[in-house]
Every structure is written in structure tokens, then in C-alpha cells.
């Protein structure tokens, strides 16, 4: 588990991070601070892109054959990746509805 925890933590702590910053963007957005969203909402970009490197270089071991433990904790972290981009995709719509009033 430990070495698994060398894994799974910092797509977890990225992607959590990603999503945090995009939800501080939507409020933001909320409020018609165009300045500060722009700003979380590249950051939220720049967590997300570490989290998806983080996760390619493991689908990559993977994909070249070596073998990958697959456990219920690397499931678990490669899913908050793909909620953060998700969120990270949603709030853009959802700040050009509300700037754009």
C-alpha cells in the first residue's frame, strides 16, 4: 500500500486542487471579477495539466507492458482527474453565462 500511496496521492492532491481552483473561479465569475477568475482559472488549468501528465505516465508503464498494480486507490485517483476536467470544462460555460449577462 505504501508504494501505491507513491502513486495515487498526487493525482489525488492535483486533481483536488484543480477542482478547488475552479470552484473559487465560478464564484468569481458570480461576483463579475473577470481579473480573478482568469487567474484561478489558469491555475485550476495548471494542477489539472500535472494530474493528467501524472496520469498518462502511468497509463504509459502500463500500455508498454510492465504490469501495473491496479487497486481500488489508483481507480479512486484517476477518477478525481476526470472529475477535474470535467468541473475545469463546466465552470468555463458556466462563468461565460454569468459574465456575460
Do not use: C, W
Not at 22 to 50: C, F, P, T, V, W
Amino acid at each position: 500500500m505504501n508504494d501505491n500511496i507513491k502513486v495515487f496521492m498526487p493525482l489525488i492532491m492535483d486533481a483536488s486542487q484543480s477542482r478547488t481552483l475552479a470552484y473559487e473561479a465560478l464564484q468569481n465569475a458570480k461576483s463579475g471579477d473577470r481579473e480573478a477568475y482568469n487567474e484561478k482559472m489558469s491555475l485550476s488549468r495548471k494542477y489539472l495539466i500535472d494530474a493528467h501528465k501524472k496520469q498518462t505516465s502511468i497509463l504509459n508503464i502500463d500500455a508498454a507492458g510492465s504490469p501495473t498494480e491496479m487497486d481500488v486507490f489508483l481507480v479512486h485517483a484517476m477518477d478525481h482527474v476526470t472529475n477535474a476536467q470535467l468541473i475545469h470544462d463546466i465552470v468555463k460555460e458556466l462563468a461565460e453565462l454569468h459574465m456575460n449577462k
